[in-house]
């Protein structure tokens, strides 16, 4: 297991500042997109780009690498902004999101952006992807330490095909699948519970054969540990229940479902107030909620 | 005049006759030894896919995806993007049919290494009904970027289109029938994907002439109907065209205008499959008279192959009389 120093903790930590910083500015950039999930796997985006992932943002075809995908291709900005810092492509670039002719696609293209492991979007069919990648390792290497990471909302486990997929994880002992789920308990049209309950997905996805987690998704100590632990997993895939609060890191979005599909400023005025609240999000996240005065103001 | 390389006993009691799919699982299993990286995934439909005959050779690359045909379409995606060449085989109702949006997005815009097997397609299928027969994937599949559509004629063309797939670097969906159909070509008989053949040609001496394309099982119909009409002196020519997408223009184009009218023949609605391709692009460069032969706006049913074929109007009589009732311009 990969052990994290408290300076190391800090570090990531700023990461995913830095992260959810230039989600917001894509976000409103682009004038609409997904504010919710972005902002809460942001400390999760940090831990995997800087920590857990083997790969090489100079050659992103490295054949060695570890594959990330990412099922919920919604939650994008995230995983475009944790590719930036990372130096997959420059930052400047992550402003292009959803814009005519740019590499960054509202719903992620594969062949568009070297480092994207696939497209994706339509619910479900990533984690099927997932396993197609694990179980193609696995075939050429029985005992590969290559890991497949995937990362699905909660929402999507509403997907038939998610089961599907999770059946045969179960059936192959995929052990080099490790499946987060960002369990931030909101989709459009509400809460899950209130939507269709998802609950207990732990005892789902131990009757398919998953060694299954539960962490706090913003303890990066914890994820960090809990992928330690599931790497060393053999015989089953292993699933990490993320629980995170949505849109966690600015506090006027937080758990409130109406920001799942919604960029900041663009809300339905009868719902949402609008007006600087990009402003007030970033200010909020540049000064750690106030605590600190940036260098740089 | 048949080409030379087509089986003698076409139209004629001897003929052979072999289910395509059998054409399949044995290319299947050749690719398989050329290519270590080939594997195979089902949908528990292993035997009458004939995806057995690799299953049985190479266990370990093989996949039993049980009844999940969307999954099977991702999981082939992800396998591809590993560097496999996955050959996922199910019934064309349900893969592609159920499974579509998972090719169209999975598949096909990841430009994934993937070769789609839709077997059990057509009317033909039998005494299984409707709910079996999918006569609307053609249309479903060519109009995906990327895809390539094909529709061998008989086990032999299937076996090579398998092989040709296996070679081929991008999405391929190979349609298949269950039925046993008489083998037309040869191992001689040229395949090459996006390449049309001419399987009968006309003589000569006639002013008005059918120029028909068959796509599929349904060529021994095709040939068997121009033979006749021949003899009572008609000049019919017969293209047989394997590859759907992309469309051999170049050799579409001088058949379109080597003949007054062209017939198309497919076991598939008309709307939206060969017929519609041909249509769509004679359209827009050298218009001309086009009758489309195949399912008319209607679903299968149970019956015995022959017998669905017949009365949906796809078997040698019908494409006699309707080619026999065109009424040409003054």
Redesign the interface.
Known sequence: MNYLSDTEIKNLEAKANDIRQSVIEMLVAAGSGHTAGPLDMADIFALLYFNILKHDPKNPAWEERDRLVLSAGHICPVLYAAMAHAEYFPVEELVTLRKYGSRLQGHPHRETLPGLETSSGPLGSGLSQAVGMALAERMDNPYTSKFVYCITGDGELQEGQIWEAAMLAGKEQLHNLVVIVDRNAIQIDGYTKDVMPLESLRDKFESFNFDVQEVDGHNIRMVNDAIGKAQSVYGQPSVIIAHTISSKGVDVFERDFRWHGNPPGKGPEDRIPKGEQAEVALEKLRTLGGMIIPSDS | MFASHLDKRICTPDVEKVPNRNGYGEGLKEAGERDKNV?ALCADLTGSTRTNIFADAFP??F?Q??I?E??M????????????V?FIAGYAMFSPGRSW??VR??IA???ANVKIIGAHAGVSVGPDGATHQAIEDIAIMRVIPNMVVIAPCDSIEAKKATLAAAKYEGPVYIRLARDKTPVVTTEDSPFEIGKAEIFLEKDQTHEKTIGIIVTGILAHHALSAAKTLNEEGMGVSVMHMATIKPLDTKKLDSFVLEHTVIVTVEEHQVAGGLGSAIAEHVSATNPKRIVRIGVEDSFGQSGEPEELISNYGMDTDSILEKIRNIEYEK
Request: include cysteine; charge should be neutral; hydrophobic fraction near 35%.
């Open positions: 594997v370990d690359r996949v995806c049980g999940a969307q999954n379409a991702s999981v082939a995606s992800g396998m591809a993007a590993m560097g496999k996955p949006e998972q997005t999975t815009y990841n430009n």
